[in-house]
């Protein structure tokens, strides 16, 4: 029991210690660290500056009810700052919050935490201001390795999204060398068998076989889209094509 009583008491003591230290900081015009919590819910602010202030003293939380009073807080409490916003909107209306909320705050970052893990949700805030983007179920030690890497310019997007981006790089490369492949193959036959046609008009058949815009065949050729529309025009007469779409599948036939 003495030794419960004892413990408490150190407890105590650290504890006091700590909250002097800070007091001690901010009267010799130390700036400090602050994590600016923004819910309109009591609770949930309480318990996140505690969660926050146990695994890292150094952050001194600060709590708002409001989105409306953080440019206040920031105003009036000078240091480093990063604003930890939780977003209850899901929807489009959500998104654009946070586009405005990230303008209003300037250059300090904005963590968006939610309930919802839509990755629609998650990519719309991160590429409208939002430097991070958590869970409300993050655990509270990855929550606060968050707030540091935000501290030191750094950007968290949850994994979910890394690995879509990561398979949409795969795909696109792979689709990538099926076309140049394909393209090769294309160009061959078409030259094989279109013997009117002229070197440009052939590249151009090649590319509307693809699936090519006009625009798009613009910029690979690099040539201006009045001269596309110009071979495209062309190669419809010479291959007695009624349109661009027929014109398309005689080429694609070709390599079926």
């Not at 700036?31 to 150094?58: N, Q, Y």
């Not at 409001?66 to 480093?80: F, N």
């Not at 959500?94 to 209003?104: K, Q, R, Y």
Request: hydrophobic share 40%; net charge neutral; aromatic share 2%.
């Amino acid at each position: 029991m003495a030794d419960r009583v004892k413990d408490g008491r150190n407890k105590g003591i650290v504890a006091h210690t700590e909250i002097y230290g800070r007091e001690e900081s901010r009267a010799r015009g130390e700036s400090s660290i602050r994590i600016v919590v923004a819910d309109d819910r009591r609770l949930c602010r309480e318990c996140v500056r505690l969660l926050i202030e146990s695994i890292d003293p150094d952050l001194e939380v600060v709590e708002v009810e409001r989105a409306d009073l953080i440019g206040e807080k920031l105003k009036h409490d000078p240091g480093q700052c990063v604003v930890l916003y939780n977003l209850v909107f899901t929807d489009a209306e959500g998104i654009e919050f946070v586009a405005s909320l990230a303008v209003s705050i300037g250059d300090v970052p904005l963590v968006v935490m939610c309930d919802k893990n839509d990755r629609e949700l998650m990519r719309g805030c991160l590429e409208r201001g939002a430097k991070a983007f958590l869970s409300s179920s993050t655990p509270g030690p990855m929550l606060v390795a968050i707030l540091r890497l935000v501290l030191a310019k750094g950007v968290y997007a949850p994994p979910e999204l890394v690995l879509d981006a990561e398979i949409g790089k795969q795909t696109e490369s792979m689709l990538g060398r099926r076309r140049n492949g394909n393209s090769a193959r294309r160009e061959a036959a078409i030259a094989e068998n279109f013997t009117t046609l002229t070197r440009r008009q052939r590249d151009v058949l090649a590319l509307i076989s693809l699936g090519m815009s006009n625009r798009e065949i613009a910029e690979s050729l690099e040539m201006c889209e009045n001269t596309v529309k110009a071979h495209v025009k062309q190669v419809m007469r010479k291959l007695r094509a009624e349109n661009r779409t027929q014109a398309a599948l005689m080429a694609d036939r070709l390599v079926a």
